[in-house]
């Protein structure tokens, strides 16, 4: 027995170094040339910001399915304004490949959190939902005309109260 669990797990560890090899050999280089070129500037990531607001957070992993067809997601966004006065706060969110933002621009009041939604969610009282439609491998970016904002993001079940799973998306500053 012991003999037949030895051979069993040697081979199945060979078939596992052999698969990781393959995979090595095989990865590919990122998108380059004619084929690749400007996709991010397509995207509107590296597109200068809206007169008098700068870039405060970028982030990936956004997506949002809002129909019964499919299991449900929806990416929420919350920001804070902790300054002492108000902020115009603009979000930007863009699925792969397409060539337009979806968004929303406002003013945030001191000491007032705004959630921007891509649809209705159970938990949340959304401020603005941006109805994106069905949104896949997105990026976001959130900007402002001062630095006093604080932002979160997270993927979530849209329609459980509690949620039947949430995720944080990680912010990073540009």
């Known amino acids: 027995m012991k003999k037949k669990f030895a051979v069993t797990l040697s081979l199945t ?3 596992l170094i052999t698969l990781l090899l393959a995979l090595v050999a095989n990865a590919q280089e990122p998108i380059s040339g004619a084929d690749g070129e400007g996709v991010i500037s397509t995207l509107g990531l590296a597109d200068p910001p809206s007169a008098g607001l700068s870039v405060q957070y970028i982030f990936t992993g956004v997506a949002n399915h ?4 499919t299991r449900q997601i929806a990416t929420s966004v919350h920001c804070t304004n902790f300054g002492s006065t108000a902020i115009q706060a603009e979000i930007q969110l863009f699925s792969v490949g397409a060539a337009s933002a ?3 621009t406002v003013t945030i009041v001191a000491n007032r959190t705004w959630t921007f939604s891509t649809q209705n969610t159970a938990i949340y009282r959304e401020d603005s939902i941006l109805n994106t439609g069905i949104l896949e491998q997105g ?3 959130i900007l402002a005309d001062k630095a006093e904002l604080i932002c979160t993001a ?5 329609i459980g109260n509690p949620p039947d799973f949430i995720a944080e998306l990680e912010m990073f500053k540009p």
């Open 139 to 141: 990026s976001g970016r």
């Open 13 to 15: 560890l060979l078939l």
């Open 102 to 104: 979806y968004g929303d």
């Open 66 to 69: 809002p129909t019964a067809a």
């Open 154 to 158: 997270q993927l979530l079940d849209p």
